[in-house]
């Protein structure tokens, strides 16, 4: 099925640090939506995005909605160890029922 | 409360063996989700059920049976797997149009 393209797949950060992440799309979506994956556990929401352009915060947390519906990043800021995990975006059309199209991943880890 | 509970959390099966997968959610989500996601790799979109009945079917084999007996309870019902069916499957469940889905702790099934 479709993937979405995310940016990086991987990083090493150091404590402290600011994190970027992205995910790009050749399909529009009503919403897109970031979550973070511990291993062997189900995704967590971080922050979900309903409107092009909308600026959201959650915590050390900001995700944007990209103005042509086909983008999203996720900023991180001052990082810390508990950050390390998979994050991946999400993207979801219009409908009660519709699908949940994921991202290939970025898999954070933080170093002391 | 944003809970979806399913259980068993792990589960070893025979190739010859039926079992079932269960999800619950008591948030009077609409529609629900089964996602499977193998190792280092986004959830994958199996079937989607939305007011008790199925609306997406991602050709999935047949070996994996969805049954939605009420509005609150989500099941899997497995026969006759192979050993690459072994994965995570994931539920997650959403009330409604442009709403965030939230996912359950998943199932790590091991098929032998």
């Not at chain 1, 983008?71 to 059309?93: E, K």
């Not at chain 2, 309870?73 to 939230?102: I, M």
Request: hydrophobic fraction near 35%; aromatic fraction near 10%; glycine fraction near 8%.
């Amino acid at each position: 099925g479709q993937q979405l393209n995310q940016s990086p797949q991987s990083m090493f950060i150091q404590e402290g640090e600011d994190v970027s992440m992205n995910c790009t799309s050749s399909s529009i979506f009503n919403t897109w939506l970031w979550y973070k994956q511990d291993p062997g556990e189900g995704p967590v929401l971080l922050i979900a995005l309903y409107k092009a352009g909308e600026l959201t915060s959650n915590g050390r947390l900001t995700a944007q909605f990209g103005i042509t519906r086909k983008d999203s990043f996720l900023n991180i800021s001052a990082s810390i160890p508990s950050d390390v995990g998979i994050y991946f975006c999400a993207g979801q059309q219009a409908g009660t029922a519709s699908k949940l199209t994921f991202g290939t991943g970025t898999r954070l880890q933080v170093t002391l | 409360d944003t809970e979806v509970t399913q259980t068993p959390k792990h589960l070893v099966m025979g190739m010859t063996n039926k079992k079932s997968l269960k999800c619950e959610q008591h948030m009077g989500h609409r529609a629900m989700y089964w996602y499977k996601q193998k190792a280092k790799k986004p959830p994958e979109l199996m079937f989607v059920y939305s007011y008790e009945k199925l609306s997406i079917n991602e050709s999935v084999p047949s070996r994996f049976s969805p049954e939605c007996p009420n509005s609150s309870l989500l099941n899997l019902h497995l026969h006759a797997l192979q050993p690459e069916d072994s994965a995570l499957y994931l539920c997650a469940s959403k009330t409604g149009e442009n709403t965030e889905a939230f996912f359950g702790q998943g199932t790590r099934l091991t098929v032998v």
